[in-house]
C-alpha cells in the first residue's frame, strides 16, 4: 500500500492533496489489478510482484495520467 513516500534522504512523508487523491485511486484499483496481475503471472507471488512494479511505474509517472476517471485503465495498461 502507499502510505507514504520516500523523500531525497530516505525520510517518509505522507502525501497530500492530489497525491493523496492518486494514492487513494491507485489503492481503490488494486483488485482489478491483483485480477489482471494473477491472470498474467498465474502464480500469486509473481502477481503481487508484478502489481508492486506496476504501482511503483504508475506513481512515478502519475503526471502523464489525462483523465483521472481512466485510472483503473490507464493502471492496467501499464500492468500489461
Do not use: K, V
Not at 502510505?3 to 534522504?9: D, I, M, T
Not at 491483483?34 to 512494479?53: F, G, I, V, Y
Not at 481512466?70 to 500492468?79: D, E, H, K
Request: aromatic share 4%; hydrophobic share 45%.
Amino acid at each position: 500500500r502507499l502510505r507514504g513516500l520516500a523523500a531525497p534522504g530516505g525520510c517518509m512523508s505522507a502525501p497530500t492533496g492530489a497525491e493523496a487523491d492518486f494514492a487513494a485511486g491507485l489503492e481503490s484499483s488494486r483488485p482489478a489489478l491483483m485480477r489482471l496481475a494473477l491472470r498474467l503471472s498465474r502464480e500469486r507471488a509473481r502477481a503481487e510482484c508484478l502489481a508492486q512494479a506496476t504501482l511503483l511505474r504508475a506513481w512515478r509517472s502519475r503526471g502523464q495520467l489525462r483523465d483521472p476517471h481512466a485510472l483503473t485503465g490507464w493502471l492496467l495498461s501499464i500492468c500489461r
